[in-house]
């Protein structure tokens, strides 16, 4: 059923299929039931940057399509490099993360695949499949008891930090660090990222910043960046040159980035980094809040004309979060 369809937007339908296109953008021939009519129902876009909103929906709806085709191929690596590609724009994107579950289902990587699926069917009931679920849950099981010693200790800290049981982490993590494997030189930096963040949650700052500068001195990483910069800033130090330009993390991860960048008053680049998320997040949501108000601040540090900006505030804070 399509319904409440922005204005902007044209679309054609032909045998039960619908095509939907504004200006040069365009999705291929969809079913009229496909997930993506939700998304651009009027009441889900973003009304002050509707026509920016809409296009970016399509591109990122091609994108999705394309890394389903490559699935179909076997071609798994690119497949999950466009689903990610999907998921930076929105997490929450459930189709994504159900066919990121296949590909890594593909790969034999069934705890991850398992993760995976039950985040899509948390952000979508509708992707519910009792017999995938059941399969999945059997593969992972296998694939845990034929964990070697240094992973089931990995694993043991991602479930401890997922439950907030920090300390608890930290601990199994330094047992995988304990361990002798030849395979932990092969993941050591991401592993040392893990305990780095782990020790982050527990404020202490001084022993991250060590861990993360470790993990540098093993392969140089844009996360262990990002953290190093976290932790300077938190002792009350100077942050990294390299921590402000952009960095390969997440869009929350570069919201804490702007709001470091602006308390050290670094204004050009954390204005940088606002332009680059202003184009990939139109949801007005809390995030896009706090994203509107550092820019604000920016703006006004660097005398900049705040007309607009203060107009678009104004139109979300009239319609409450």
């Known amino acids: 059923m ?68 490559f699935l179909k191929s076997g071609k798994l690596i690119n497949a999950i490099g466009n689903f990610d590609e999907v998921l930076f724009y929105d997490p929450e994107y459930a189709n994504a993360l159900l066919y990121k579950s296949f590909a890594l289902r593909g790969q034999k990587h069934f705890v991850k695949a398992l993760r995976h699926y039950k985040h899509a069917v948390k952000c979508d009931a509708g992707l519910k499949d009792i017999d995938y679920h059941k399969t999945l849950l059997k593969e992972a099981n296998n694939e845990r008891d034929n964990f070697p010693k240094l992973k089931l200790n990995i694993f043991a800290g991602d479930e401890y930090f997922a439950k907030g049981e920090y300390g608890n982490a930290v601990d199994s993590y330094n047992r995988a660090l304990a361990n002798p494997s030849k395979f ?42 990002f953290g190093e910069g976290v932790c300077e800033h938190q002792l009350g130090m100077q942050v990294c040159d390299e921590f402000k330009t952009k960095l390969d993390i997440t869009k929350k991860q570069m919201l804490k980035q702007i709001q470091i960048l602006n308390k050290n008053g670094y204004f050009a680049e954390s204005l940088a980094i606002n332009d680059f998320l202003f184009e990939n997040h139109f949801m007005i949501d809390d995030f896009y809040f706090k994203l509107l108000n550092a820019r ?26």
């Open 296 to 321: 604000k601040y920016a703006m006004k540090e660097l005398d900049m004309d705040l007309t607009k900006i203060n107009e678009i505030i104004n139109q979300i804070v009239e319609k409450p979060l």
């Open 2 to 69: 399509i319904s409440n369809i922005p204005d902007e937007l044209i679309f054609e339908t032909i045998n039960n299929k619908v095509k939907f296109s504004l200006g040069d953008m365009s999705t291929g021939w969809l079913d009229c039931d496909d997930s993506f009519i939700q998304r651009i129902d009027e009441s889900n876009m973003n009304k002050i940057f509707l026509t920016q909103h809409i296009v970016k929906e399509i591109e990122i709806k091609n994108v999705l399509d394309e890394g389903i085709s």
């Open 184 to 225: 932990k030189e092969k993941i050591l930096s991401k592993l040392l990222n893990k305990k780095a963040t782990a020790l982050m949650k527990l404020e202490n700052f001084n022993e991250a910043l060590d861990c993360f500068k470790e993990s540098q001195n093993v392969s140089v990483n844009d996360y262990a960046i």
